[in-house]
């Protein structure tokens, strides 16, 4: 096997895509260099090489040694000096490359092969001998603590001490003659610390530095790394041993990192920083203020590489281009240049905002470096959600007083409610509010609204607030146990005791679940061509269709903006809360006989149809999935004695017998309890006066204006067939009823949800009775792990940070299980009805993953919140690509 790989002039053993085997950075040295760039001349130890030395309990294999020292005569002879020589001696950096970069988590030595006899040979080259023993002292402090594990501090006192002797401020201040003390003292110092002396053969200290960057591969921060981005143990890392160039070797010298476009905005300008007289980490430590490459990129104040070194710069600029145009893709590089000579020391795709990684796509397929394919496939679907709602202003100052779940993305600020009632208040009168509360409930959803943002102290990331918030594209802050809520003091404290009242300001980021303290200003959405273009290409490649859950016509609308394809779930209940209504739902889930319910339905009916033409009129034909009501009849009641009083008014009852009644219908597990098709099961009239509305909206509109439309009616919660074919039986009675009374020929559809384990299983006796099958994976998934989706938040983050779940299942399905339901479901549907309409519906139809997921078990289509339709979007294109 053949562990070690050569670049340098004239052999090149590696290319760019050899990355598992030689890592990102030493794949893209050797490419580099085999078209032709200057770089310095080294050889990569493989990742293989890893994976073998741990395998041995740390030991290399046979033959390694004459591997290495082969590739090192070549090195030497590449660029003609020799390792260890007094005369003229070869330097080398020895640094990690793993397959992804895992910046700053493992070691890296530089200027290795120095000691007493060899840093004559630098003095000699430089013509700096101060030069030379501040590179001896760099590389001691450095490998001391790399490779020895001697604390940096140590030596760092030590130097320290030296400046405050000789009375400077600066490292730059010292002598050679301090200098070439301080690499004595340190010597010293090593020996008494640690109990033997600093290794002066160059050979035992490139072993050394070789068995310390194998050895990082398991440093605690490169594991915790690995665990949080996801990167496998056993990819392992590369090890590059490189000759060193100087770019601190006097003002004809410099280092700098660049982007071959702006990496935040995209723009197609040549973009990056530099630091005269200093070596690459210098740049990245940001000691000192780095120069802007070119003059379009500064502000003026420090001249730019340009100026500076009009040659070198010339070159390269040549160079970025060549770079681009050979990897086709936006380059992140590093340079070096030793007494005006430029070498490259790394290019890698470079890291970019959403904004620039859609602006870079098209722009590249405008000047034909890739396909319409190749653009789509660059952006991220989650990605997109940066851009689709305001988000915080990157250079704001913030305060974070609490941290919860980033349960809705953006950003806003606003005076603190703790009410709904107080939310609509505040909006009236003009005010921006962010609603607190302990958590929200059907009720909230007008306060909701109203508010900027929502905050909650309890509740994961389906919890109520965190599915309607998504819905109504507002940010929301879930699950924030950093925050005590005081209802009656109407005000919250914080872990650090800070009291935040009613009035007071807040700003929410729900992208990342940050509570900031104040007002911190966002910017907003830019939803401009080039997005426009890219989502185009999009729809070109997507097989997969993309709803929308809309409950509103507003939402619709913003759904259609986005792209939505029709409506997948509409949650009627969202419909009830408005006051008017409530009263109404109340006299009715409180009436004593079906008469008194008949009464109070009536009041809802021309209400509820008015809500269904609005969404038919705004859906323009397209498909529309309207769900029966499911939440448990409790949510509706009243609870203050105030709301009773009211309520018993209008029914002309004692306030005390409505009490009784409403304690009657509480439930210990509500979610089990009495919702879903099990209400119209026992108040078989709400589920009728639904679908009367549903279809009088929907006869009226192909009556009179022509529309075409086929209404989806949905039963939720199903768990056997037999409830289906009841309610199924009653729905059809009411449809043809409300036809007939039309005249007219009307096509509808009568589906359900599939969101019980039960109710997946037997999907395919279910299948005899719908038409059409929704995955609501939010209560499959709460059924199928028997998790509440309403309590989860509490510990649910515990499981994730412990790795005991790699994600939550409520944000991303849980392929495995939930999703071998849903799977099972899928094939018992289509056995039983061939061509059966299959969608999802849960709050993971728009989640990337899972929307692959359901692409790959052909379902017809997606549905998720309005501001998740282009990623889903993106996200079915990237699966069928
Ligand atoms: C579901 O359970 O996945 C679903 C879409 O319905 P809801 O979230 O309203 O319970
Ligand atoms: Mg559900």
Same mark, same amino acid.
């Given at each position: 096997v053949k562990y070690v790989y050569f670049f340098g002039a004239g052999v090149t053993e590696g290319t760019a895509e050899m990355k598992n085997l030689l890592g990102g950075k030493g794949a893209n040295l050797a490419e580099m260099t085999a078209i032709g760039l200057p770089v310095p001349a080294g050889f990569t130890l493989t990742t293989e090489l890893c994976t073998e030395f741990y395998k041995n309990d740390r030991c290399y294999p046979e033959g390694l040694e004459a591997e290495v020292e082969a590739n090192l005569t070549q090195l030497e002879k590449a660029m003609d000096k020799k390792f260890g020589d007094s005369a003229n001696p070869l330097l080398l950096s020895v640094r990690s490359g793993g397959r992804v970069s895992m910046p700053g988590m493992m070691d890296t030595v530089l200027? $290795? *092969? $120095?000691?007493d006899d060899t840093v004559q040979g630098l003095i000699e080259q430089s013509g700096d001998a101060r030069f030379a023993y501040d590179s001896y002292r760099r590389f001691i402090q450095m490998y001391s603590n790399v490779v020895m594990g001697m604390s940096g501090s140590v030596l760092e006192h030590l130097l320290e001490h030296m400046k405050e002797v000789r009375d400077v401020e600066l490292d730059t201040d010292l002598t050679a003659d301090d200098l070439k003390q301080l690499v004595e003292l340190f010597k010293n110092k090593i020996k008494e610390t640690l %109990?033997?002396?600093?290794?002066?053969d160059p050979k035992e200290q490139l072993w050394g530095a070789i068995n310390a960057v194998f050895g990082s591969w398991m440093n605690p921060r490169a594991i915790t790394y690995r665990k949080l981005n996801s990167i496998p143990a056993e990819w392992g890392t590369a090890v590059n041993v490189q000759a060193m160039v100087f770019g601190n070797m006097g003002n004809s010298c410099a280092t700098g990192v660049a982007f071959t476009?702006?990496? =935040?905005? *995209? #723009?197609?300008h040549f973009f990056g920083e530099f630091l005269l007289n200093a070596q690459g980490e210098d740049v990245v430590a940001g000691i000192r203020t780095p120069q802007p490459i070119?003059?379009?990129? %500064? #502000? %003026? =104040?420090l001249p730019s590489l340009e100026e500076v070194m009009p040659d070198c710069y010339q070159q390269l600029m040549d160079i970025q281009q060549t770079l681009e145009k050979h990897y086709r893709d936006m380059q992140d590089i590093e340079f070096t240049i030793e007494k005006n000579k430029l070498y490259m020391l790394q290019t890698r795709g470079g890291k970019r905002t959403a904004k620039a990684a859609i602006k870079i796509a098209v722009d590249m397929v405008q000047e034909g470096l890739i396909d319409e394919k190749e653009a789509v496939l660059r952006v991220a679907p989650g990605q997109l959600d940066q851009l689709l709602h305001p988000s915080l202003d990157p250079k704001a100052v913030k305060d974070v007083i609490a941290t919860g779940l980033p349960a809705s993305p953006g950003a806003a600020g606003g005076e603190i409610v703790f009410s709904a009632e107080d939310a609509e208040e505040a909006k009236k009168l003009g005010l921006k509010v962010i609603l607190v509360r302990i958590e929200t409930s059907p009720e909230d959803i007008h306060g909701m609204h109203a508010a900027e943002g929502i905050l909650t102290a309890r509740g994961g990331m389906t919890s109520h607030a965190a599915v309607v918030a998504r819905g109504m594209g507002k940010c929301c802050v879930a699950g924030c146990g950093g925050i005590k809520v005081d209802y009656a003091a109407q005000q919250f404290v914080t872990n650090s005791g800070e009291v935040f009242k009613k009035g007071d300001i807040v700003t929410l980021d729900g992208s990342t679940g940050e509570v900031m303290k104040g007002s911190v200003p966002t910017v907003q959405p830019e939803l401009t061509g080039d997005f426009g273009l890219l989502m185009s290409w999009v729809d070109k490649f997507r097989r997969l269709k993309v709803r929308t859950n809309a409950d509103t016509p507003l939402d619709a609308q913003v759904a259609r903006q986005f792209g939505a394809e029709g409506i997948g779930l509409c949650r009627t209940e969202h419909m009830f809360f408005e006051h008017d209504r409530i009263m109404a739902v109340r006299e009715m889930i409180l009436s004593e006989d079906v008469e008194g319910r008949k009464g109070a339905l009536a009041k809802i009916l021309p209400m509820q149809k008015g809500d269904f033409l609005g969404l038919f009129r705004e859906m323009k034909g397209l498909p529309v999935t309207i769900r029966l009501l499911d939440p448990? $009849?409790?949510?509706?009641l009243p609870h203050t004695d105030k709301d009773i009083d009211e309520l018993a008014a209008v029914m002309q009852v004692q306030p005390q017998l409505l009490k009784q009644k409403a304690e009657f219908l509480h439930e210990f597990n509500p979610m089990l309890g009495h919702r879903g098709c099990r209400l119209g099961m026992t108040f078989p009239e709400i589920y009728d006066m639904q679908v009367q509305a549903i279809m009088e909206a929907a006869c009226e509109l192909v009556k009179n204006e022509g529309y075409e439309i086929v209404p989806e009616i949905m039963i939720p919660l199903v768990g056997h067939v037999n409830e289906l074919k009841v309610l199924r039986a009653n729905a059809v009675r009411v449809v043809e009823e409300v036809i007939n009374r039309y005249g007219i020929q009307v096509e509808y559809l009568i589906g359900t949800m599939i969101e019980l384990p039960r109710a997946a299983l037997t999907a395919d006796e279910i299948a005899g009775e719908a038409e059409f099958f929704s995955f609501g994976t939010n209560d499959l998934t709460q059924t199928t792990f028997g998790l509440s989706r309403d309590d989860a938040g509490k510990f649910l983050p515990f499981y994730v940070n412990r790795e005991v779940l790699a994600e939550d299942p409520f944000v991303v399905l849980d392929q495995e299980g939930v999703g071998q339901l849903v799977k099972i479901g899928c094939e018992k549907g289509r056995q039983a009805r061939p061509g059966i309409k299959l969608g999802i519906c849960g709050e993971h139809g728009g989640e990337p993953n899972s929307v692959i997921f359901c692409h790959d078990n052909g379902l017809d289509y997606v549905s998720c919140s309005p501001y998740r339709v282009p990623i889903a979007r993106l996200a079915a294109a990237h699966a069928a690509l």
């Open positions: 200027n $290795l *092969g $120095l000691n %109990g033997r002396a600093f290794p002066t476009r702006n990496p =935040s905005t *995209g #723009d197609n070119n003059k379009a990129g %500064g #502000d %003026g =104040s448990p $009849l409790h949510e509706f």
